[in-house]
């Protein structure tokens, strides 16, 4: 049975943090092991400068960091195609190709685009390339022709956006080459983590995350800052637990759920500090981040390996994606020249 192909990633705007590890990473590496898939995990550089075009030397600081984590989290480049996408040129013909396929009304309608317009606070000045992103998506998905792209659930309009360009393409075109992906979603209550302070996102831009490579120090620095019930002031005051990051985080990562149903049920009483779950999901997420973080320790001693293998991988996913290019110019005619010499 031939393998499943999976395409992901992430734009190099910073270090990745556990939101990213919850909402996506964790799940690239158990499908990546199962042995049932084919994964491409993309270095989003070029989407990333849609709205960091003027400042690029943040994203080039980013790259290796993002690789880093990456590799930390257990992501492995003999199972898994780990490459740049700048370093794909087919990628930049195949969006062209379907920008003409799409109105730039339903780009502004893509629900997933006007929230981030919104937060970026970008008004009337979008860059166009923002604004087509999800086409540049779609290059990136259809060029390795992946029918499965884990995703947090507010990536469905994205999806969504690239499967009307595959069958509006397969209509026009009257060929079936490109195929229509599915996502692959975290458990339900997985998909985004709030930040430290409360915030309905965890978030670089806010400064509100714990990052994969953070130290133990500040871990638990960050963990003891955690927003929880205000009006939670003593010890014996009943809390609510509705809202309260602390026991969102340790839902999501405590194994041992009867444990943490008690200290929402003494919480919930009064009799239960703020500062004694703190400290107990400091323990928890230490559990979960100390392999991580040595693995990203020693990998970082020796960057020159890193950029290696990103190399490695773009060479493999050009050899993938100009195949995909070169069926694509055949079925819309512009192949002029193929056979000559």
């Known amino acids: 049975m031939s393998k499943k192909i999976l395409l992901t990633g992430d734009r190099p705007t910073g270090k990745l943090h556990i939101g990213h590890y919850i909402g996506s990473l964790k799940t690239r590496v158990k499908l990546q092991n199962t042995g049932d898939y ?5 270095v989003a550089d070029t989407q990333a400068l849609t709205d960091n075009a003027r400042d690029p030397e943040k994203i080039r600081r980013s790259l290796v960091q993002v690789a880093l984590d990456y590799l930390a989290v257990g992501l492995d480049p003999s199972k898994s195609t780990i490459f740049v996408q700048s370093q794909v040129p087919a990628l930049f013909e195949l969006t062209s190709y379907y920008m003409d396929l799409v109105t730039v009304a339903r780009l502004e309608r893509n629900p997933t685009v006007k929230s981030e317009i919104a937060q970026k606070h970008f008004d009337q ?6 604004l087509a992103y999800p086409v540049s998506q779609a290059a990136d998905i259809t060029a390795f022709k992946a029918t499965v792209v884990p995703v947090g659930d507010d990536q469905e309009p994205m999806l969504e ?4 360009i595959v069958r509006t393409f397969n209509r026009v075109y009257h060929t079936d080459i490109l195929k229509e992906p599915e996502g692959y979603f975290p458990q339900k209550g997985q998909g985004r983590l709030p930040g430290l302070d409360g915030n309905a996102k965890m978030s ?8 994969l ?3 133990a120090k500040t871990v638990q620095k960050k963990v003891m800052s955690m927003y929880t019930d205000p009006d939670h002031v003593h010890v014996e005051d009943p809390g609510k637990i509705e809202g309260n990051t602390v026991f969102t985080y340790l839902d999501v990562f405590c194994q041992d759920k009867d444990k943490v149903q008690a200290l929402k049920d003494q919480y919930q009483k009064g009799g239960l500090g703020d500062v004694k779950i703190k400290r107990f999901l400091n323990q928890v997420l230490e559990e979960e981040l100390a392999p991580i973080r040595e693995r990203r320790e020693k990998f970082a001693q020796d960057t020159d390996a890193v950029y290696d293998m990103l190399l490695a991988g773009s060479k ?5 994606a100009n195949q ?4 694509v110019r055949h079925a819309i005619g512009v192949d002029y020249f193929a056979g000559r010499k």
């Open 125 to 130: 000045s979008i860059p166009a390339g923002f």
């Open 161 to 164: 956006q690239t499967r009307e």
């Open 38 to 42: 084919e994964p491409f995990i993309m």
């Open 213 to 215: 490579s953070d130290d």
């Open 324 to 327: 995909t290019l070169a069926e």
């Open 204 to 211: 670089k831009s806010l400064g509100n995350a714990i990052y």
């Open 316 to 320: 493999r996913a050009n050899e993938v």
